[in-house]
């Protein structure tokens, strides 16, 4: 028996011997000469997204790109609510992850590149264990969809998929200087072990100081996380920052059974930790505890639940110390730098094996967006050659729905997305994944850079 690698095997070792980057090739520029509000002042009462901001307000991202990173922290979420017994443990870290999906957006106040039609990113991770699948499936008004799964298996199925929707409404408040975003579009979770389904909608992104001060936002608002097969729920509110309230990104709320009895309490910050406990009769007394562990110093979260005060404490989920936001690119982090990196794997017909069967890392099409050429310039810091190139995709897609109109060229129809209602909110519509996408038969795929 020959000992030497399977290509499978030494294609895997290829990719986990590269070396990701973990910056840009140009820092973000200075945007202190730059006025948002001259732009936005234009646009009261009127869609955001129907008007054009100048590139040096954008990161080199796409939105697609964007709900990609939602997932960074779905390994050890998702997964421990697929291995969970426990239908309360399960609901517990759903909640958790909704809220670890927040964290990420955490002091980034540049604006993704809006997508093209047809524009589509994935991402696949071995070493995470799960893939992503986005399509840009409607220019005016602008939803993106996407689709994401477990690559591992449990009885067949993926032990976990998320998928849903964004159509990011934004509004300008023109007495308190702020934009509002709203993303529409109800969120799915699926444990197929379980046959549960849960579901939500996002919360709201207010952006302060676009006249004066330092810019910044934060999300504000409730979700409410629906198991429809047990009718448990999860109540999550989003506390604004006041001048009364001083604690800022704060997040609360609980669990609830079929029967409205409130089974457990949740408290954190959206963009550092969420804790719960079954002790539900003194919320005030938990969050006293909470913040008091959050105000300390480098706190060890884990430590400091198993000390005998603290010992109803549970930890859902914590940020990633390690890879915190870098300030002179965007804030972005070592994950975020990897979502638009086109290495050579990507490129290639790259397999890795996973419960006997065979993940591919690429070819990707020419559809994804590491392959704009306005976002690799802009990267570069060369930004009006990312300007020239941004206002050259957009007018040819300005000629693409010209002809649509004339009935040159017919109606534009998804590849890897179906619009239908919700199999579970009936009254709702979404977007499915057809699951045709990994099958890579990327040959009737649009020209759009």
Not at 24 to 31: A, K
Request: net charge negative; aromatic share 12%.
């Amino acid at each position: 028996m020959s000992d030497e690698p399977t290509a499978v095997e030494t294609q895997h070792k290829n990719y986990e011997d590269h070396k990701f980057r973990v910056c840009l090739q140009s820092e973000m520029i200075d945007r202190s000469k730059y006025s948002i509000w001259s732009i936005l002042r234009q646009c009261v009462d009127k869609e955001l997204y129907r008007f054009t901001i100048p590139i040096v307000w954008n990161e080199p991202l796409s939105m697609l790109q964007r709900l990609a990173e939602n997932m960074k922290y779905s390994n050890d979420l998702l997964e421990k609510a697929s291995d969970s017994l426990n239908a309360i443990d399960r609901m517990k870290h759903v909640a958790a992850f909704l809220v670890s999906s927040t964290s990420i957006h955490n002091g980034r106040l540049s604006k993704p590149f809006n997508p093209l039609l047809g524009e589509t990113y994935e991402y696949v991770s071995p070493e995470k264990n799960y893939r992503i699948c986005c399509e840009q499936v409607s220019h005016h008004p602008p939803v993106s969809a996407y689709y994401s799964e477990s690559i591992k298996l449990s009885n067949s199925n993926p032990k976990w998929k998320y998928f849903g929707s964004v159509l990011p409404h934004m509004k300008l408040n023109i007495l308190n200087a702020s934009v509002e975003a709203i993303p529409e579009g109800i969120q799915t979770v699926e444990l197929p072990d379980y046959d549960e389904v849960y579901t939500w909608h996002n919360l709201k992104v207010n952006a302060h100081n676009l006249v004066l001060g330092k810019l910044w936002f934060e999300h504000t608002g409730k979700a409410e996380i629906v198991n429809h097969k047990l009718k448990m729920k999860c109540f999550l509110e989003y506390k604004p920052y006041s001048w009364f309230v001083r604690n800022m990104n704060r997040c609360e709320g609980y669990i609830l059974d079929s029967n409205d009895n409130k089974l457990v309490l949740l408290y954190g910050k959206w963009d550092e930790c969420l804790f719960c406990t079954d002790k539900v009769s003194n919320p005030s007394d938990f969050h006293k505890r909470v913040e008091k562990i959050i105000a300390m110093n480098d706190p060890n979260y884990e430590k400091i639940c198993q000390d005998k005060d603290n010992s109803h404490l549970q930890l859902l989920w914590k940020v990633d110390k390690q890879d915190l936001a870098n300030e002179k690119y965007f804030n972005f982090t070592k994950f975020t730098f990897k979502l638009n990196e086109l290495h050579a794997q990507l490129k290639e017909n790259v397999v890795f094996s996973q419960d006997n069967r065979l993940i591919s890392l690429g070819p990707l099409p020419f559809t994804d967006s590491r392959y704009r050429p306005d976002m690799r310039f802009y990267e570069q810091g060369e930004i009006d050659e990312a300007g020239h190139e941004k206002h050259r995709l957009e007018e040819k897609q300005r000629e693409k729905a010209r002809k649509v109109d004339t009935q040159e060229l017919p109606v534009w129809k998804p590849m890897w997305f179906a619009k239908c209602n919700h199999h579970i909110v009936e009254k709702e519509e979404t977007w499915i994944f057809t699951n045709e996408y990994w099958n890579r038969e990327f040959d009737k795929c649009p020209d759009i850079f």
